[in-house]
Antibody, heavy 119, light 108 residues
Framework: QLQLQGSGPGLVKPSETLSLTCTVS??????????WGWIRQPPGKGLEWIGS???????YYNPSLKSRVTISVDTSRDQFSLQLSSVTAADTAVYFC???????????WGQGTLVTVSS | SYVLTQPPSVSVAPGQTARITCGGN??????VHWYQQKPGQAPVLVVY???DRPSGIPERFSGSNSGNTATLTISRVEAGDEADYYC???????????FGGGTKLTVL
């Protein structure tokens, strides 16, 4: 059974860079059929797509976040990562990692990591 | 950018049918996916590509999509269906994946 496990600091200071990693087990990030994505959810609010990456490193980013986002993949470790720069309190959210299918839906999700931006 | 509009809330009695809509400009030509999210949990895909169900999702969950509205239908609603539901599409014009604002389903 595929599992995704997100990890990273739960507290980030304003203006700094948020960094999270998602580790895939029970499968591989190297499959050509899938992309791997990050989605976030501010407390009490809805879902927002951040971006997605393929095993070969092809990326798609939400235009509203593109200037601050970098998503990378490490196939040797079956991991993919998110970096979000110049964070503010508005970036406080639960960050989910997920697998994106050929049909552009997310069929497997990690448990979510709460990241709070505060000094 | 493409906007998906969902009603904030839908209420239904147990055993009845819940219909949750997702409005978007000509959404009928897009592939729509639906997620169920319970408090403190990650979303779960319940319908993909307008009307298909992942394995393990009850047949009570069904979807349709035409014109400017996609609909998630939950038949014979149970207390355990109480959750937030989100629709999602890919907008090829902006290369952006879009979620609706979410609908809270309350089982009376």
């Amino acid at each position: 059974q595929l599992q995704l496990q997100g990890s990273g600091p739960g507290l980030v200071k304003p203006s700094e860079t948020l960094s999270l990693t998602c580790t895939v087990s029970g499968g591989s990030v190297s499959s050509s059929h899938y992309y791997w994505g990050w989605i976030r959810q501010p407390p009490g609010k809805g879902l927002e797509w951040i971006g997605s990456i393929s095993y070969s490193g092809s990326t798609y980013y939400n235009p509203s976040l593109k200037s601050r986002v970098t998503i990378s993949v490490d196939t040797s470790r079956d991991q993919f990562s998110l970096q979000l720069s110049s964070v503010t309190a508005a970036d406080t959210a639960v960050y989910f990692c997920a697998r994106r299918t050929d049909l552009l839906s997310f069929d497997y999700w990690g448990q979510g990591t709460l990241v709070t931006v505060s000094s | 950018s493409y906007v998906l509009t969902q009603p904030p809330s839908v209420s239904v009695a147990p055993g009845q049918t819940a219909r949750i809509t997702c409005g978007g400009n000509n959404i009928g030509i897009k592939s729509v996916h639906w997620y169920q999210q319970k408090p403190g949990q990650a979303p779960v895909l319940v319908v993909y590509d307008d009307r298909d169900r992942p394995s393990g999702i009850p047949e009570r969950f069904s979807g349709s999509n035409s014109g400017n509205t996609a609909t998630l239908t939950i038949s014979r609603v149970e207390a355990g269906d109480e959750a937030d539901y989100y629709c999602q599409v890919w907008d090829s014009s902006s290369d952006c994946l879009v979620f609706g604002g979410g609908t809270k389903l309350t089982v009376l």
